[in-house]
């Protein structure tokens, strides 16, 4: 398989274990590859929820100079309003939940936003209809080329 398309984004963060904790717990994402870079001896991961070739690149900085705030966020969708409960209660308790849960209806779906340690912001999702909606574009477009 080819790398095409949209393969990662990179995040800044304090403590790459920290982030790890975070994404495997409120994204369902595991390390697929760790390392020590060797030209700034940073440390950096490569973490996937594994369902298609896209990673998040978790680069250890000295300091996190800016955080994806709401409207800039990475988006993760569950199966079910269920999970996204029991995720904003555990969120909630640990303090980190900073919206949510909504229910937005028809596209936007039911979603709450998480924060990470870094204060980088996660959306939890459920019903957005994403793959839906890019399946139609895909076939709008082959229908024009085809006509």
């Known amino acids: 398989m080819s790398d095409l398309g949209f393969t990662h984004i990179a995040l800044a963060v304090s403590d790459v274990d ?5 994404y495997a717990k409120y994204a369902q994402m595991t390390v697929v590859h760790h390392r020590i870079d060797q030209a700034t001896q940073s440390d950096v991961a490569w973490i996937s929820d594994l369902t298609r070739p896209f990673i998040i ?8 100079e800016s955080a ?3 409207q800039s966020h990475l ?31 028809h596209p936007v779906g039911y979603w709450a936003y998480l924060r990470d340690p ?16 890019v399946e139609q574009a895909r076939d709008a477009i082959n ?3 085809t006509d």
């Open 18 to 22: 920290a982030s790890i904790s975070f």
């Open 57 to 64: 690149v978790l680069i250890k900085v000295p300091k996190v």
């Open 68 to 70: 994806l705030l709401p």
């Open 75 to 105: 988006g993760v969708a569950y199966q079910n309003r269920g999970e996204i409960d029991r995720l904003c209660n555990e969120a909630r308790t640990e303090g980190i939940l900073s919206a949510g849960p909504n229910d937005w209806g």
């Open 118 to 133: 870094d204060g980088h912001t996660l959306e939890i999702s459920y019903g957005q209809e994403i793959s839906f909606t």
């Open 143 to 145: 229908h024009v080329c």
